[in-house]
């Protein structure tokens, strides 16, 4: 059994591929999307591996219910939601057979935050603030579909549009602790 971590698949969206990540997703139709989108998750999950979704699963203002929970009930593994932005409601995840649909997780043992926007004082000012409370060694974000701009310090953006429209494994989690250790600074002067 693996953990692994991925955000802002938006489901739905048209315009994700249309218009605003045309260079990750080179896609004609949500269909194409759909079908990619299910298939890279679940070249990499297994069914008995668990998955952090850490928002924005979802992103259209009317969704098909049953399309929507029938694709989600497609992916591998067990699967939990961090509230993203754009996700409708916990309804259409719980019946898709999420566990749990929380704001943020905070792992105190490990020192991870895992919340959808990364903590700053123009985007995520609500998230910076739960920072700044818990000092993290590391927060797990999404949100930020930017796929050619370096990581924040001491984060990690697991948006798909960074992975090859794939899930992030724990081990890379790690990896990246290891290098965050080493980055400087206190979450009270991150802007």
């Given at each position: 059994?693996?953990?692994?971590?991925?955000?802002?698949?938006?489901?739905?969206?048209?315009?994700?591929?249309?218009k605003?990540?045309?260079?990750?997703?080179?896609?004609?139709?949500?269909?194409?999307?759909?079908?990619?989108l299910?298939?890279?998750?679940?070249?990499?999950?297994?069914?008995?591996?668990?998955?952090?979704?850490?928002?924005?699963?979802i992103?259209?203002?009317r969704?098909?219910?049953?399309?929507?929970?029938?694709?989600?009930?497609?992916?591998?593994?067990?699967?939990?939601?961090?509230?993203?932005?754009?996700?409708?409601?916990?309804?259409?995840?719980?019946?898709?057979?999420?566990?749990?649909?929380?704001?943020?997780?905070?792992?105190?043992?490990?020192?991870?935050?895992?919340?959808?926007?990364?903590?700053?004082i123009?985007?995520?000012?609500?998230?910076?603030?739960?920072?700044?409370?818990?000092?993290?060694?590391?927060?797990?974000?999404?949100?930020?579909?930017?796929?050619?701009?370096p990581?924040?310090?001491?984060?990690?953006?697991?948006?798909?549009?960074?992975?090859?429209?794939?899930?992030?494994?724990?081990a890379?989690?790690?990896?990246?602790?290891?290098?965050?250790?080493a980055?400087?600074?206190?979450?009270?002067?991150?802007?």
């Amino acid at each position: 059994m693996a953990l692994w971590l991925a955000s802002d698949h938006h489901f739905g969206h048209a315009n994700i591929f249309m218009k605003y990540c045309r260079k990750t997703r080179p896609f004609e139709t949500l269909e194409e999307m759909h079908t990619q989108l299910i298939a890279r998750w679940n070249e990499v999950v297994a069914p008995d591996d668990e998955v952090i979704v850490v928002g924005d699963m979802i992103a259209t203002r009317r969704p098909d219910r049953a399309l929507m929970v029938g694709m989600l009930s497609m992916l591998h593994g067990t699967k939990s939601l961090v509230r993203g932005n754009h996700d409708p409601g916990d309804s259409i995840f719980m019946e898709a057979g999420f566990t749990s649909c929380e704001d943020h997780i905070w792992m105190p043992k490990e020192r991870i935050l895992i919340i959808h926007k990364a903590p700053d004082i123009k985007y995520g000012a609500s998230e910076l603030r739960i920072a700044q409370s818990l000092q993290p060694e590391l927060v797990i974000h999404g949100h930020d579909h930017r796929h050619d701009v370096p990581e924040k310090p001491r984060c990690l953006n697991v948006c798909v549009d960074r992975w090859d429209l794939r899930p992030v494994s724990w081990a890379h989690v790690e990896t990246r602790m290891a290098a965050a250790a080493a980055e400087t600074g206190t979450w009270a002067a991150i802007s």
